[in-house]
């Protein structure tokens, strides 16, 4: 009897992080105003990298 319930909680608890595992991550959208050069687009740094256009 104690083994059973031991199995059925890990494995509960082997589903809950699995389902977990799967949640992607939530990215909020970056607009890139084209009428600015990329050195002036706060967006383009917020991503990290410039353009290829501005090296």
Known sequence: MKRS????GVA????GFTAR???TPR???VQVDASRPD???PAVFARGK?????T
């Open 12 to 15: 509960g608890l082997a589903i």
């Open 5 to 8: 319930m031991v199995l059925a």
């Open 27 to 29: 990215v909020q959208p």
């Open 39 to 41: 050195w002036e687009n």
């Open 50 to 54: 410039l353009a290829a256009s501005a």
């Open 21 to 23: 595992a799967d949640e």
